[in-house]
């Protein structure tokens, strides 16, 4: 059985948001009846075995699942990402394992002498992806999906392979060799994407994607330009704009993840990328400005949805999301919200029901 009793309802909801017709929101919450009862597995000594073992990952994410309560949107999927951006692992770098992300050494340093990028399907990290991919297909048994994990593109995925710092220079004095990297880092993209795919794609052609807990009936991703912060719009428009736009049209459902307000400069050329199908917001709220649910951020959902795009809130309070509906409308808004008890969940969305 699988773990949320109305997937066929969310399922339907989830691409009507994508066509930007209704409203989705994902609430999550301890559930008050475990889906199954079972043990928490032990955790490994070596932080290394916490973020590599497939065992360990399927069995503890498959714990958590049974404890939790997915409503509106939310579903069940084992997130098998190992760091944001791990592609650059396939195609050389080393990562560096932290308690909560993961960090990767540059591997790319001689611009002049470097091969082309490319996948290596011997890779020991790609090999270790598809491991932990596999071991989840095992132990879901069809009681949840296994995700796609955070892959990430672009420049992101440069700056990992040759430094931020090193990066920002090449685009100055090495215009041309950043496109030629940025063309294979999308081919690489693309096949190590297609092969996940091909595992992990469900009953209705859909994937799960780790970040921002979305789900499409097709290839379904978030993609992003983080180190666009730091460029100017120029920049992002000749050296992002035209490998995103490939991406987007390569897949059939896109979220772009809009990273701080200094990425803000950027989405006018966002919200021209016809084929980009939504745009996620994410607040520096660790700098002290206010969570995705803020009215500080209406008239910016309200610049989104006018372009025709979808947008997604995150770090919504329950409290802040029927304001948030009232202000900025709920065609195409996807709320994103958790709360202590599966009550306060269930009472929540009786009372955004009017919405649907």
């Given at each position: ?78 997130d098998t990402w190992m760091g944001p951006g791990n592609l650059a692992t396939f195609i ?38 598809l491991a932990i991919i596999e071991e989840g297909l095992r132990v879901a048994k069809g ?44 081919r690489v993209f693309f096949e190590a994407f297609n092969a996940i795919y091909e595992r ?157």
């Amino acid at each position: 059985m699988f773990w949320k009793e109305d997937w066929d309802i969310a399922r339907d909801r989830l691409t009507k948001w994508w066509e930007r017709k209704g409203l989705a929101i994902c609430i999550t919450a301890p559930k008050e009846i475990p889906w199954e009862d079972m043990p928490e597995p032990k955790r490994p000594d070596d932080l290394e075995a916490c973020w590599t073992d497939p065992v360990w990952r399927a069995r503890n994410d498959e714990f958590h699942i049974s404890r939790t309560f997915f409503g509106g949107e939310a579903f069940p999927y084992f997130d098998t990402w190992m760091g944001p951006g791990n592609l650059a692992t396939f195609i050389g770098s080393t990562p560096k394992f932290s308690e909560g992300t993961v960090w990767f050494e540059e591997c790319t340093t001689n611009h002049e002498s470097h091969p082309p990028l490319k996948l290596e399907e011997s890779n020991r990290w790609w090999e270790n992806q598809l491991a932990i991919i596999e071991e989840g297909l095992r132990v879901a048994k069809g009681r949840f999906l296994v995700g796609m994990p955070d892959l990430v593109e672009n420049l992101d995925i440069l700056a990992s392979l040759r430094g931020t710092q090193t990066v920002l220079t090449d685009l100055i004095e090495r215009p041309g060799f950043v496109k030629e990297r940025i063309g294979e880092i999308n081919r690489v993209f693309f096949e190590a994407f297609n092969a996940i795919y091909e595992r992990i794609k469900d009953n209705y052609s859909g994937n799960a994607f780790s970040a921002f807990k979305i789900w499409g009936p097709g290839k379904t991703a978030k993609v992003q330009c983080d180190i666009s912060a730091m460029i100017s719009p120029e920049h992002f428009v000749e050296f992002v704009v035209p490998s995103l736009a490939e991406q987007c049209r390569w897949l059939d459902y896109s979220l772009f993840h809009l990273d701080g307000t200094n990425c803000i400069c950027h989405l006018p050329h966002l919200m021209a990328i016809k084929e980009l199908d939504a745009i996620q917001w994410t607040p520096q709220t660790c700098a002290g400005l206010p969570g995705g649910g803020s009215k500080e951020w209406y008239n910016l959902y309200r610049k989104i949805l006018s372009a025709g795009k979808g947008v997604q809130a995150t770090g919504v309070t329950i409290e802040e999301v029927e304001p948030l509906i009232e202000a900025v409308g709920h065609k195409g808004l996807f709320i994103m919200t958790t709360t202590g008890s599966e009550k306060d969940a269930r009472r929540l969305l009786k009372r955004v029901e009017r919405w649907r």
